[in-house]
């Protein structure tokens, strides 16, 4: 059974001209087998090729997949061109909400073996597409999720060794409970959020 997700490193070449601010951290991203080398190449939603899934990820990954960009390295030599992409794929049916074109087109692609079921979230929470969209409908919460200040929390909650330790010491700083608090009460049905 494959793992909930996988994160990985893409190492641009020289020869791959991306502009850095062509990128952004959620943007989705596209795994496609190359039959000729058999690698999983990574190109954006509108095919710009980036590179090649590290073999070490690659072994990890299979079934439907949707990947997106984590967080983007700009080149020393000129930071308006990136160096690299660090993604994350996760299996495209633990990815809830809406789907683009894009997205369905890479979800009918196939990576490894297919079908497997996925282990549920241990901690049994779930969020249903209605209060995604509620979610996505409410223009505090949008503005407040592209705020740069709060990705880079989210980040740094995701990517730490204890996970539980750092959301309670985020949660004890009075902005971030605030917004936590908000988006608690927009998923609870008929609730609107309380004003930060």
Do not use: C, N
């Amino acid at each position: 059974m494959p793992p909930p997700k996988v994160d990985f490193d893409v190492e641009l070449g020289a020869e791959v001209d991306v502009p850095a601010s062509s990128l952004k951290p959620g943007q989705e991203l596209v795994v496609a087998l190359d039959e000729e080398s058999g690698e999983l190449r990574v190109t954006t939603a509108d095919g710009a090729a980036l590179g090649v899934v590290p073999a070490a990820a690659a072994r990890q990954l299979s079934g439907a997949l949707r990947v997106t960009v984590r967080s983007v390295k700009k080149r020393a030599d000129d930071p308006s061109k990136l160096a690299g992409v660090q993604a994350r794929a996760v299996p495209a049916e633990a990815a809830a909400g809406p789907s683009s074109q894009q997205q369905h087109q890479h979800q009918q692609q196939r990576v490894g073996a297919a079908g497997e079921p996925h282990a549920e979230d241990p901690s049994g929470f779930a969020v249903t597409v209605s209060q995604l969209q509620r979610l996505a409908g409410d223009p505090a919460t949008v503005l407040t999720l592209q705020d740069e200040r709060l990705q880079q929390l989210l980040l740094q909650i995701d990517q730490a060794p204890d996970r539980e330790k750092a959301l309670s010491e985020a949660l004890s700083q009075e902005p971030f409970r605030a917004f936590a608090d908000s988006v608690t009460a927009l998923l609870a049905e008929g609730k609107k959020p309380a004003a930060a």
